[in-house]
C-alpha cells in the first residue's frame, strides 16, 4: 500500500524549533519529488516547499524561507521538514504529499503558543 | 506568483444538481491544473490532474475542463458522499498556489 506518514508535531514556543519527518512505503520513494503542505485550523491549503527526487533543488514559500529547511533520506524513504524561528502563524497541519498530488499523509499538527 | 482565484467561495446545491466551480489563474499556466476535495479532518484527494484528466477511481460525475488562464470543475450530479471543501491548485510554476477553496454543501 503506498502511503506517507507524518510525525514530530506538537506545541512549541514562539521562536522555538521542530523537526516533521515523514514515512514512505508503498513505492520508489527516490523516484519523486515531495512536498510539504500546511493547512492553518479553517483555513485554506498553503504549499510549503518542494525538495527533488535527488534531494538537490529545494523550493520554499516566502514566509518560510531562511526558517524552513527540507530534507530527505532516500535510503531511509524519509521526507523532514526543519522548522527554526517558529512563529503563531506557522501554527497548523502540516502535511507531506508526493509531486503529483495523488498521494497525501494524514498530517501533524504544529501548534507555536506560549 | 502566480494567483488562483476560484469561484464561489461557497455553494449550496440539492442531490442530483449539476454543481460546477471555476478557477482563474493570474497568468497563463497552460493546463498543469489539479482539483482536490478534502472532506472534513481528511487529507485532500486528487480527483483532477491536468486540467482535465480523472485520477484512477474517482467516480465519472467528476470532471474538469480548461486551459490557459480559465479552469471549470463539474460535478454532473451531485451525490450527498460530495460534501467536503475543493481546491484548485496550479503546478505551472513555483511556488505551487492553491485557490481559496469552495466549500460546498447539501440544501
Known amino acids: 500500500e503506498v502511503q506517507l506518514v507524518e510525525s514530530g508535531g506538537g506545541l512549541v514556543q514562539p521562536g522555538g524549533s521542530l523537526r516533521l519527518s515523514c514515512a514512505a512505503s508503498?513505492?520508489?520513494?527516490?523516484?519523486?519529488?515531495m512536498n510539504w503542505v500546511r493547512q492553518a485550523p479553517g483555513k485554506g491549503l498553503e504549499w510549503v516547499s518542494t525538495?527533488?527526487?535527488?534531494?538537490?533543488?529545494?523550493f520554499y514559500a516566502d514566509s518560510v524561507r531562511g526558517r524552513f529547511t527540507v530534507s530527505r533520506d532516500n535510503s531511509k524513504n524519509t521526507l523532514f521538514l526543519q522548522m527554526n524561528s517558529l512563529r503563531a502563524e506557522d501554527s497548523a497541519l502540516y502535511y507531506c504529499?508526493?509531486?503529483?498530488?495523488?498521494?497525501w499523509g494524514k498530517g501533524t499538527t504544529v501548534t507555536v503558543s506560549s | 506568483d502566480i494567483q488562483m482565484t476560484q469561484s464561489p467561495s461557497s455553494l449550496s446545491a440539492s442531490e442530483g444538481d449539476r454543481v460546477t466551480i471555476t478557477c482563474q489563474a493570474s497568468?497563463?499556466?497552460?493546463?498543469?491544473l489539479n482539483w482536490f476535495q478534502q472532506k472534513s479532518g481528511k487529507a485532500p484527494k486528487l480527483l483532477i490532474f491536468?486540467?482535465?484528466n480523472l485520477e484512477t477511481g474517482v467516480p465519472s460525475r467528476f470532471s474538469g475542463s480548461g486551459s490557459g488562464t480559465d479552469f471549470t470543475f463539474t460535478i454532473s450530479s451531485l451525490q450527498p458522499e460530495d460534501i467536503a471543501t475543493y481546491y484548485c491548485?496550479?503546478?505551472?510554476?513555483?511556488?505551487?498556489?492553491f485557490g481559496q477553496g469552495t466549500k460546498l454543501e447539501i440544501k
Open positions: 504529499a508526493r509531486i503529483s498530488g495523488d498521494v
Open positions: 508503498g513505492f520508489t520513494f527516490s523516484s519523486y519529488a
Open positions: 525538495i527533488s527526487a535527488s534531494g538537490g533543488p529545494t
Open positions: 497568468q497563463d499556466i497552460s493546463n498543469y
Open positions: 491536468d486540467a482535465s
Open positions: 491548485q496550479q503546478y505551472d510554476d513555483l511556488p505551487y498556489t
